[in-house]
T-cell receptor, first 114, second 113 residues
């Protein structure tokens, strides 16, 4: 049973294209997150949704647009892809936004922009 | 600015050795700290979550400690095995930050047989 799943696992695309990454969790959590891991393996939060409402929006280009159709899904759409967008994108979830709660991570989506 | 730092970036030890990984943070208003393991090309596996009210947490051969006053956490691995080879990440949650994790850069551990 996969707790937090992401599709696709690998994504190779050209500059200027638009692409989406999907995330689903079956843990019954109501808070979901997107993190980006750069080439130096540094992980940084991008967005967080609680009950389909955006609660964290870090300094991310507006080419990135998260969408949460329901509590179990948080998708990431990226417009006009750039070389610098190449990274591994991780989805995570937790039960609520209270800081005491553990986050569970998906396997990651490795995006390569050529 | 709230930051999390891990030193060293890489560590190599012989099998069987006990070792300590270090994590430091700049803000003592920490809510909790989570240690993760990341294998090459894989996602993050949560190892231990230690709350600010706790001083340590244990799981098997792993023991995590937290000292808010000094801004430090350590992950102790006893009797290391080659299967422990991975990158270890610490991540802190601070008050009034909506639950987001702030990550250190990670320590890449290699345990030699």
């Amino acid at each position: 049973d996969t707790a937090v799943s992401q599709t696709p696992k690998y994504l190779v695309t050209q500059m200027g294209n638009d692409k989406s990454i999907k995330c689903e969790q079956n843990l019954g959590h109501d808070t979901m997150y997107w993190y980006k891991q750069d080439s130096k393996k540094f992980l940084k939060i991008m967005f967080s949704y609680n009950n389909k409402e955006l609660i964290i929006n870090e300094t991310v280009p507006n080419r990135f647009s998260p969408k949460s159709p329901d509590k179990a899904h948080l998708n990431l759409h990226i417009n006009s892809l750039e070389l610098g967008d190449s990274a591994v994108y991780f989805c995570a979830s937790s039960l609520g936004t209270r800081s005491a709660l553990e986050q569970y991570f998906g396997p990651g989506t490795r995006l390569t922009v050529t | 600015k709230q930051e999390v730092t891990q030193i060293p970036a890489a560590l190599s030890v012989p099998e069987g050795e006990n070792l300590v990984l270090n994590c430091s943070f700049t803000d003592s208003a920490i809510y909790n700290l989570q240690w993760f393991r990341q294998d090459p090309g894989k996602g993050l596996t949560s190892l231990l979550l230690i709350q600010s009210s706790q001083r340590e947490q244990t799981s098997g051969r792993l023991n995590a400690s937290l000292d808010k006053s000094s801004g430090r956490s350590t992950l102790y691995i006893a009797a290391s095995q080659p299967g422990d080879s991975a990158t270890y990440l610490c991540a802190a949650r601070f008050y009034n930050q909506g639950g987001k994790l702030i990550f250190g850069q990670g320590t890449e551990l290699s345990v030699k047989p």
